[in-house]
């Protein structure tokens, strides 16, 4: 008895930490978009269109526990996996290289346009928040959407749905990114395909072997390589 009572509290100190650290980040996020809808919320104009920012990022707090919460208690994933700092610099290290990638491919042939990313300091706020949006609307949703689909015709183990899941889902951005590089040249096309698709099809690796926290950091990562950091020095370097 005493074991059991053991287990079901360690559950459910499990259980506890793994939404709380969800809602830590999702405060940050809903924290920075209020800031940056008040000052300047035309930014997400190019991105969300004529969806209200605000709303947009308070939504997907909302659809983004529910599918979590889905999703880790089916047994598919998990919001968060206590780890030391070794494996945080080891997926930084990757997700730098795939920034660095960019960078080459912006300077050798790619000649991404000068607006292509926010300046700073709003920079600091806008890439944080789409960066959420983005794992929620074009990982989470269409996973959950998947593993749920193929549990209903598959008798498959669950790692082997949500590796097929995986696989369609890692094409979703990449059809995205390419409608948008629709006038640039072909080759750039291709390029940009091929680099988000290996891109997300990284990150819902490491949201499988590990969390969906780590998935989003290694986004923010690449994010601070390519879009800040770069975003930056490219606008006197290049232009």
Known sequence: MKKINKILKVKKADFVSQYLIYFYLSLIIVLLGFFLYYSNASIYNRFLGSFDPLLTIIVSVIIGIVL?????????????????????????TIAFLF???????????????ADINVPLPKSLLFYPTIGFIVEIFF????????????????????????????????????????YFAGQDSLIIIIYTGVHV???SLTQLYIFKRFD?????????????IWHILWGTLRLNLLY
């Not at 999703?71 to 930084?92: D, M, P, Q, T």
């Not at 920034?99 to 346009?113: H, R, S, T």
């Not at 969906?212 to 601070?224: D, G, N, P, T």
Request: hydrophobic share 55%; aromatic share 20%.
């Open 68 to 92: 979590l919460y889905y999703l880790k208690e089916n047994g598919y994933f998990v919001i968060y996996k206590s780890s030391n700092v070794k494996r945080y610099l080891g997926l930084s």
């Open 139 to 178: 990982h989470l949703l269409p996973l959950s959407i998947g593993v749920f689909i193929l549990s209903l015709f598959l008798k498959s183990s669950k790692s082997k749905l949500v590796w097929i899941s995986i696989i369609f889902v890692s094409i979703i951005e990449p059809i995205y990114q390419m």
């Open 197 to 199: 698709f290996l891109f």
């Open 212 to 224: 969906f926290i780590s998935m989003y950091l290694f986004r923010l990562v690449f994010y601070a």
């Open 99 to 113: 920034g660095l990638e960019v960078i080459v491919a912006d300077i050798c042939f790619a000649k991404y346009p």
